[in-house]
């Protein structure tokens, strides 16, 4: 058999991390003069790789529309300068965080609304004029500023250090540090308060940046609650088209399938019924006939209630029910699962997340078997960082796939966002299909 090669590399996979724990209030105020230091140590960096970001970002910015009517090279510009400002936002996220504490949501890249060319376009307009991502970079404008007056301080109590020490050797009148001169015997104690107020002032810089970073970076209550609305939300509206898909799919299959098949089965009993008597073997012929026909209805039957609740999920876990149904496949399947066994309990808390990427791995398998004329189907699984289930199903047909209301990967897609995970689609004319699903694990 040959087969297409795809090109696919999977993700290494990361440790879950479990959450730490909440310690109380006294250790956190016990802990401020360190996390003070740090901070004054994160600017002053910030100060000295700051002016090297800006002059970096505005030469794209400029270079995009310099170049923007030149074969379109500016627009490409302009793109990378989009990824290029995600990219520092994403570090500002989560040195704030690291720094503070404050339990934030890693920044993530807008996904695409709909597959193809033009939803990366609008997946990049939107991630253009996220708020929270320019919110991040003001954050970051600010923390470079106020890093480049953490170093201008420094250098300024390293003077006036000096200043204090200056009458030791024997001068009568030391130099100050704005070209004016000061008297050997006041040198001590302006040098002194110098270096003081210099110390101060950083100090002052860390908590106005702990209080700026609060302001702009952490989400408001109001949002939070607002955005929590709006997942919720979400996530009843795909549970009930799921639903509703779901309850269309057992109807249909129900009423071309396993109904006409019974009814057969009644006709063909009731032909037998009447020449049991005139004509025995005929009636032998037919029941048997029946017989066949009801052990082909249960066999339906099994299969649309596997459809509905796989067993073999609750009693052995998801990889042993995905080796089930890539025996049960009709093209072959590489599966690749590495799922990291975790504590007592763990599995049961992830069930929902395992039955979403389950049903999600097999009506792609379905519909690459009925629609892609693929030759091979890979089907990847991974646990990823924070307990989120990942799984990627790549086949090489002929591509094509869209996602169509109430068929097989609209009901997959609300599937996935009832579950609180998220849904790729890429299926170009010719191949290869991939579809992309993660879902998180209740807490």
């Known amino acids: 058999m040959t087969t297409n090669p795809m090109s696919f590399t999977p993700p290494p996979t990361a440790p879950t991390t479990p959450p730490a724990p909440a310690g109380p209030v006294a ?3 016990a802990k401020t003069p ?7 140590l ?4 910030l100060g000295v790789v700051g002016s090297a970001v800006f002059a970096a970002l505005a030469g794209l910015f400029a270079a995009g529309l310099g170049l923007a009517l030149v074969f379109g090279i500016g627009l490409v510009i302009l793109v990378g300068l989009v990824y290029a400002m995600y990219g520092v936002a994403w570090f500002e996220v989560v040195r704030a965080d690291g720094l503070y504490r404050l339990g934030l949501t890693r920044l993530a890249f807008r996904p695409q609304a709909r597959p193809g060319f033009g939803g990366w376009i609008a997946a990049l307009g939107r991630q253009a004029i996220d708020g929270r991502m320019w919110r991040a970079l003001v954050n ?4 470079c500023i106020a890093g480049t007056m953490v170093l201008r301080l420094f250098w300024m109590g390293i003077w ?3 200043i204090a020490w200056a009458p030791l050797t024997g001068a009568e009148s030391v130099a100050g540090p704005w070209g004016g001169s000061l008297t050997g015997a006041w040198a001590p104690v302006l040098g002194i308060l110098g270096a003081a107020a210099s110390a101060a002032g950083m100090i002052g810089l860390a908590l106005l940046h702990r209080v700026l970073t609060r302001a702009l970076v952490s989400p408001s209550r109001a949002a939070a609650l607002t955005e929590q609305v709006r997942t919720t939300s979400a996530q009843r509206e795909g549970a009930v088209r799921a639903a509703d898909v779901e309850r269309t799919r057992i109807e249909r299959d129900l009423h071309d399938g396993v109904q006409p098949r019974l009814v057969s089965v009644g006709m063909t009993l009731g032909l037998a019924q009447q020449k049991i008597d005139s004509d025995p073997a005929a009636a032998k012929a037919l029941i048997d006939e029946a017989h066949t026909s009801t052990k082909a209805a249960i066999t339906e039957l099994r299969q649309l209630a596997r459809g509905i609740h796989a067993s073999v ?7 042993a029910a995905l080796s089930a149904l890539a025996s049960r496949s009709h093209i072959p399947v590489v599966l690749d699962v590495r799922l990291e066994p975790g504590v007592t309990g763990a599995r049961a808390a992830c069930r929902d997340a395992e039955a979403a990427v389950y049903f ?9 078997a009925k629609h892609s004329r693929a030759s091979e189907c890979r089907v990847v699984v991974r646990r990823r960082e924070g307990g989120q289930l990942w799984a990627r199903v790549e086949d090489n047909g002929m591509g094509g796939a869209q996602v169509q209301p109430g068929g097989g990967l609209d009901g997959i897609s609300n599937r996935v966002l009832a579950a609180g995970g998220t849904f790729r689609l890429d299926s170009p ?3 290869p299909t991939s579809l992309e699903v993660t879902v998180p694990c209740a807490s």
């Not at 360190?34 to 004054?40: A, D, K, N, Q, V």
């Not at 999600?360 to 379905?366: F, H, K, V």
């Open 429 to 431: 004319q010719g191949g």
């Open 360 to 368: 999600a791995i097999a009506e792609s398998l379905t519909n690459a």
């Open 160 to 162: 006036w250090a000096m």
């Open 34 to 40: 360190l996390r003070i230091f740090l901070t004054i």
């Open 313 to 319: 999920l609750d009693d052995r876990g998801l990889d």
């Open 27 to 29: 250790p956190a105020r």
């Open 42 to 45: 994160e600017l002053a960096a």
């Open 140 to 143: 970051f404008v600010l923390a």
